[in-house]
Every structure is written in structure tokens, then in C-alpha cells.
């Protein structure tokens, strides 16, 4: 059992338990205790004892079959005598039947709680009475000052009527100040019954003028034969017992009617007016307590419907489905729960944000309450997750419930002006087969459900025995997930990526692993999606993020080459935190140069919400971080899209890798691919590569870079910081050479040539260098080249006399313009003569450097194959020597 909450007041109130039962006393007991000042008796005789003395319990939970005296007997006695008569007394028993509630409350039990006892029902109820008992005390005590002093001033002016009339004036201002200043409704009857006098707050409470109801008779005022015919009881009337029996009426609830006919919920207490001996009438005072019953109906509601969908909770529904057990094991029938979660539903969430997750699962409630029966019960219980319970079932339950639920959330929903759509997965416990209260039917559907969910979702499965297991196990594992974070059983090994031209290691992915205590390395396929589920990977790719980047400027302050360090977001993380903001906090606390860290979005997280993926992109950008969509081509990207995300790489899902070699499907994909990067100025790595028919086959369509484990796999940071230290690179098969690619760089500033052999040396070209267009031709003249780029300013030789004369003797070289000095007059005739593929200005961004020239040499290759198949007749690539 869950202890009780500790109440927001000062001093705890005392509770009675009265059971003959051990176990129930400790039960309950450990249960009050953390809240309230608890008293046990296990006997009606020591019950009385403890009630009679001080302090006295402010509630008596009672048992009612005990030996000797029973909870009857024992509710009489306290009722008999004054001390005890208000203590409220709550039965508990298992006895459900209705003539024994019936006869508790006649009794003057306040409430009846049946065994076996539910906790939250248990304290919500105790809650109830002792909020109810505190209300009443303060309006007792407010109310016995005030009767008293109204009492005493009444019989003071009767019995001073023989004084003045000027005395008499003043008593009777002093009462009219008396009476009008209080909220409470006070009226005074004589003997019949009669109202001689009321104040304001009576008057205006009943509907009436003061005048108006001096005269009248107070019950046929207060209780009036209505329209429906309905009489009240005259001996519950406050006049009738106070005025003509002279008995005093202590808090009691009632219903008073107004002058229009509606009803007054009150609290009333009558004290009759005695002089000498002699019964004069009675004072009423009464409040209006519609407020406060409105207030314990929200509570009830609250505690027993969900505040979003206006189901039932998760307490009603273990309430209900009780008392369906019950019903269907008394009538043999067959009882059928459904436990029904939404599929796709957190990125819905997740994307447009917790509002409008709120109203699709109202969307969901009311769409699908159509379908339940009123005899049966739909209940929200947490998140995205509802269950259903339906009486009277065959086995057929599946086809007559579960499908017609997945066929109504098939049907599209619109929500901000989108239409999107929604499956689920469902599980079916069956009464009693499947179990035999309502924790193991709701646990045995639940694990019926993850089986659905596992096979795709968008489908009912009934229970059976063996997922258990596998429900145990994913529990066990979203246990042990929680605790991995803090407790550091998290590792990231990295797999290397390198360079297709020249072999050479250009980065790492980052992959997260964990190292189980018990279990052993679980593999990222196994907790990935219960961390995408649960939420838990937000904080577990901070983790990543922060390691990751630490990790990498480690390995450049030992001295290593430095690399790009390649992060997976998912689309829970896109959509759960500012990732622009967080990426630069991680970048400036560990101190890596933005231009080293890489993030990798999966297509699919990238479409969830492609507009705020734009702005972010563009963000990160501006940090020169660099943008990666991981497993492109699995999902439905559009193209126009495409183009407006600022990403510098597409990965080639291993999925179409896998096969390249001998599907023509996967070729074709792969091949797409590869050219839609380069003709979007993107760069593209295949992942996945295992074999060397694989490699050759991505080297000869010209994929830029790979990783898989034909060079590695995921490595620990020691062996990867090794492999670094020795310079490892990819070895190329026998006979794979590309066509050499030749780069002249023509420039008269001996630094800035340097600065380009450093740049483009890791691209795999061979690299010239001249410090003017005159030793630029004799170069060519040599040696040959592919690609030109040139300063425009040099002595002896100017940059557009030289690039001209390049043209003209060697026209398939493409020549790049690269200058700190522009002469839009001289570049634009350049450009117009097709002197120059492109002008770029110093200083350079290096990535946009790098792309043009590796465009530049594609067209350069382009030219070669296009003049190959011309004299050849033969289709294919041409032998190294025919490009150059």
C-alpha cells in the first residue's frame, strides 16, 4: 500500500480504527500513519473507552463483524451518548450487499467501504470526512457563539419588556446589528412555529424580503408542498423540533427551498428560546453550503475522471472493473479488457506540442466512445494509452471491438490545419482465463499489447501465456534504463569514416553502448526504441553529445589528426529541446571547434517537421557545424524540401548498400543518390560497407566516403586514438585506382599556396603548384591537369590572360578564378568568354572551396567519359591516361 500524503495542517487529526482483525489494524495503520495521529482498539467495549476520552478522534474507521459487540452495537452506543454522537464513522467490511449498507447509514455511518480495501479509495474518503468534520466544527463553534449571543440578547429583551421603550429600541437596534452581520441565514419562531424575526442574510438567501417572511410559518416557508407534490418530513423541520419539542439541533444537512421554487443545499442548527422554565420558540441559523458540495464534487470527479479526455481514471476504472469481475462471476460470463496505445502518437505530441496532444486524445476519447456499449467502460489511464472493459463477451470480442477501433483511428484527423493519421496497438485479457483480479487482467493485456506493438502495432493480439516473459523482460530493461545514466554504464565506441579517393580516416560516428551489469554489452537495437519510447533519450543524447565532443578534444590536445566527430539526434531530442542553443553550450564547455562536430538527423525525424528543421539548420550553420541526414532514401523526403535544408551530407542507408552489388533496385537507389548529393553541392557516404565488391562498385560511381566494417567497426576510444596515432588508412583492392585527379594552384603569395596544399592535400589529388601563369603553363605543359585554380593578379602574367590561354590550348581543363580583388567588369567578361567555370573571393570558406573543385573535377571526368564512348564506341570508364 502507498502511505498516505501528509496534510498541509499543523496538527494531525486522530483516527479511531476499530477492528478485532490484527492484520487490518497493521494494514491500515501503516497506511494513516504518515498523515495522521492514529488510535487502535480490537473490541467494541475498548473502541468506546478510546472515543470517550481526550483527545477524541476526529474519525472512527469501524469494523462491523467483531465478536461480542459488533459495529452495530458500537455505532448506537456512540450515537447515545453527547460526547461521541458527532464523531463521524466510516464502515468497513466485506459485506457488500445493499440492505447492510442501507442499515449502516440509517445507523448514522457517514460512509461504507468495502474489502478488500483499495488505498487510494481508502484516503480519499478518510480525506473527505475529516475536510467535511473540520467545516462543520468551524461552523458549530461560529454558529453556538452566535446562538448564544442571540439567545442571551432575546431573552434579555423579553424579559425587559416592562422597561422604557427606549430600552427596548435600543436591544432591538443591538440585535438587528447583531443579525445583520453575520453570513449565516438566522430567523426566530415562536411556539407554533412562526417567524417573528429574520436577518438579512436569511432573507436574501431564502429569495425573500424581510418583511416578507416576518408572520409567515416557518415550515411552509422553508418547506413547502411543490409542484411534484413531493411534502417534506415535519419532523426534520428546524422549527418543529426546537420551537414545539425544545430540542437543540446540532449541524445537520438539509434542503431548504427558495420563494422560486429552487433548491438550497444547507447546514442547520436549531437551539430553543427558554425563560424560567418556559418554552418561548427557537432561534435557526442556517448556510448555504452549495459552494462547498460543489467543491467535494470536483474532488470526487477529479479523483475519479481523467482532467483531458473526461473519462474515466485509472481509480474508476480498477473500481468498475471490480465490480464487472464480480457481476460476471456470479453470472458465469465471460468479461473482455482491452488495453489500447496509440501508435505514433509522441511524435504527434512531440512536433506540435503538448496542446494539441491534448486534443487529439480528446479527438481519440470521443471518436471511439462511440463505440462502447454504456453497460461497459472506456478509461483513460495515463498518456496515450486507454482501456476498455466489456461485460458479457464471446470470444469473438476481437472482431466485434478491437478491429472497429483500429478501422475508426484509420480515419483521417485534422488538427492547425494538417491531416495526419493514427494506428494503435491492442491487447485482450479475457475473465477469468487470463486471470482473476484486476491488476493481473490490466498487466496480462498490457503485455498483449507490446506483442501487437512488436509485431508493427496497428493490430489486437489476445494474451497468452509466454509474453509474459517478454513483458517482464522490456520492464525489467525500462528499469535498468533509468538507473543506467547515473550509475555510468553507458560507452560510446566510434566507427571510423574515411575518404574514398585517398583512404585516409576523415571522422567517427559516435555510437552509444551499454555495458549491462548483469546482461552484459545490450546491443543499441534493443534499448534505442524503449529510450525513443520512454523519453529517456533526451537525456541520454545529452550524454552522448557531451562525451562525444570531450572525446574529440582529447584526442586533438594528445596531438592526433584532427577529425569529425559524428552525433545521432533523434527526432524525440529535434523536438524535445533547443538544439541550436544546447549544441553551442556543449561546443563552448568542452572547447571543440564547431567545425569538427557533425550531427546526423534521420530522414524520418527530419520530415516530422520540416519547416522548424529549416530554421534549425540554418542556426547551426551559423555555428559551422556540420549537417548530416543518416539513412536517406528509407524515408519520404520531399525534394523541395530537400533543397532549403543548409546539410552537407547525404549517408546511403546500409539497407541499399547491403544489396548494391545484385539488386538493380539498391544499385539504382544508391546510384541516385550519390548524384543527387553532388548536384545538390552535398557530399555523400555509403554506411554499411562490408565487402570489397561493395567498395569497388561506390569508388567507380564516385561516392565520396564510407564507413562499415570492410575498414572497421565501432572501436573503444583507445583503439580508435591508436589507429589515428599510426596513421592508418583504407588500402584500396589491386587494380581499383581511380582516374588521377591533377590540381594546379597558381598564385604569386608563397602563404597562400601553402594554405591550399594543406587544404586540398587530404582530398587525394596531386598537386602543382606555380607562383605565376607563365610557370603555370609550362607546368601544364609537363604534367597536365584536370583542374586550375588561379589568383587574378600576378606579376608577368595576369590571371585572365593565363586562364584564357589554358582555354585555348587545353579547353577541357576547368579553371577556377580565386582572388582577393574584384573586378566585376574583368570577371564578368571572363565568366562571358567561359574563360573560368567559377570566381571565388579571398579569404575563402574552405568547405565551399573544397566543393567547387570537386565539381569541377566532375565535370572535368564527365568531359573525359562523354570523349571515351565517342571514339571508343565503348560504354564505361575510361583508362587513367585517356583524362588526362
Known sequence: ?????????????????????????????????????????????????????????????????????????????????????????????????????????????????????????????????????????????????????????????????????????????????????????????????????????????????????????????????????????????????????????????????????????????????????????????????????????????????????????????????????????????????????????????????????????????????????????????????????????????????????????????????????????????????????????????????????????????????????????????????????????????????????????????ALVRWQHPERGLVAPAEFIPLAEETGLIVPLGEWVLRSACSQNKAWQDAGLPPVTMAVNLSARQLAAQNVVQFAGKVLRETGLDPMYLELELTESAVMADADAFIHATESLKGLSITLTIDDFGTGFSSLSYLKRFAIDRLKIDQSFVRDVTHDPNSAAIALAIISLSHNLKLSALAEGVETEAQLRFLRARDCDEMQGYYFSKPLPAAEVEQMLRSGRRLEFPPGDDLPRRTLLLVDDDAGVLASLKRLFRREGYTLLTAADGVEGLDLLAGHGAGVVVSDARMPRMEGAEFLGKVREIYPDTVRIMLSGYTDLAAVTDAVNRGEIFKFLTKPWADEELLEVVRDAFRLYEGRGQRWWETTSGRRGAPPAAASE
Open 1 to 509: 500500500m502507498s502511505p498516505a500524503q501528509p496534510e498541509a495542517a499543523a496538527s494531525p487529526a486522530t483516527i479511531l480504527i476499530v477492528d478485532d482483525g490484527a492484520e487490518n489494524l497493521e494494514v491500515l495503520g501503516e497506511l494513516l500513519r504518515p498523515a495522521y495521529r492514529v488510535r487502535v482498539a480490537n473490541a467494541g467495549e475498548r473502541a468506546l473507552q478510546i472515543a470517550a476520552s481526550d483527545p477524541k478522534p476526529d474519525l472512527v474507521l469501524l469494523d462491523v463483524m467483531m465478536p461480542g459487540m459488533d459495529g452495530y452495537a458500537v455505532l448506537a452506543r456512540l450515537r447515545e451518548a453527547p460526547a461521541t454522537r458527532d464523531i463521524p464513522v466510516i464502515f468497513i467490511t466485506a459485506m457488500d450487499a445493499p440492505e447492510d449498507e442501507r442499515k449502516g447509514l440509517e445507523l448514522g455511518a457517514v460512509d461504507y467501504i468495502t474489502k478488500p480495501l483499495r488505498p487510494p479509495i481508502v484516503l480519499a474518503r478518510v480525506r473527505t470526512q475529516l475536510e467535511l468534520k473540520r467545516a462543520r466544527d468551524a461552523l458549530r463553534e461560529r454558529n453556538r457563539a452566535l446562538e448564544a449571543e442571540v439567545a442571551r440578547r432575546v431573552a434579555e429583551n423579553l424579559a425587559q419588556r416592562e422597561e422604557s421603550d427606549r430600552a427596548r429600541a435600543w436591544l432591538a437596534h443591538q440585535r438587528e446589528l447583531i443579525l445583520a452581520s453575520t453570513a449565516e441565514g438566522v430567523y426566530g419562531v415562536d411556539t407554533t412555529g412562526v417567524i417573528n424575526f429574520a436577518n438579512p442574510a436569511a432573507a436574501a438567501m431564502l429569495g425573500y424580503k424581510r418583511e416578507e417572511l416576518l408572520g409567515r410559518d416557518a415550515h411552509a416557508v422553508v418547506h413547502p408542498v411543490r409542484e411534484d407534490g413531493a411534502v417534506c418530513d415535519v419532523d426534520r423541520c428546524p422549527a418543529q423540533l426546537s420551537a414545539a419539542r425544545g430540542i437543540v439541533v446540532q449541524r445537520r444537512e438539509e434542503k431548504f427551498w427558495r420563494k422560486d421554487g429552487s433548491a438550497l443545499p444547507v447546514e442547520y442548527s436549531s437551539m430553543p428560546i427558554v425563560e424560567d422554565g418556559r418554552l418561548l420558540g427557537a432561534v435557526v441559523t442556517f448556510l448555504d453550503v452549495s459552494e462547498r458540495k460543489r467543491y467535494l464534487e470536483q474532488i470526487e470527479r477529479k479523483s475519479n475522471f481523467d482532467d483531458v479526455t473526461g473519462l474515466p481514471n485509472r481509480n474508476l476504472l480498477t473500481d468498475r472493473l471490480n465490480h464487472a469481475m464480480q457481476h460476471a462471476q456470479r453470472k458465469n460470463t465471460l468479461l473482455a479488457v482491452l488495453v489500447l496505445n496509440l501508435d505514433r502518437f509522441k511524435a504527434i505530441n512531440d512536433s506540435l506540442g503538448r496542446a494539441a496532444g491534448d486534443q487529439v486524445l480528446r479527438n481519440v476519447a470521443e471518436r471511439l466512445s462511440h463505440l462502447i456499449r454504456k453497460t461497459d467502460t472506456f478509461a483513460r489511464i495515463e498518456g496515450d494509452e486507454f482501456v476498455a472493459v466489456a461485460e458479457d463477451v464471446d470470444g469473438a470480442i476481437g472482431n466485434r471491438l478491437a478491429q472497429p477501433i483500429l478501422e475508426k483511428l484509420a480515419q483521417p484527423f485534422t488538427l492547425q490545419g494538417r491531416e495526419f493519421f493514427l494506428a494503435a496497438s491492442i491487447g485482450i485479457a479475457l475473465f477469468p482465463k487470463d486471470g482473476g483480479d484486476a491488476e493481473t487482467l490490466l498487466g496480462n493485456a498490457t503485455a498483449a499489447m507490446y506483442q501487437a506493438k512488436s509485431e508493427g502495432g496497428d493490430r489486437f493480439r489476445f494474451f497468452a501465456a509466454e509474453m509474459n516473459a517478454r513483458s517482464l523482460n522490456r520492464l525489467e530493461l525500462e528499469n535498468g534504463l533509468r538507473r543506467a545514466l547515473e550509475r555510468g554504464e553507458f560507452v560510446l565506441h566510434y566507427q571510423p569514416q574515411v575518404n574514398l579517393r585517398n583512404g585516409e580516416i576523415i571522422g567517427v560516428e
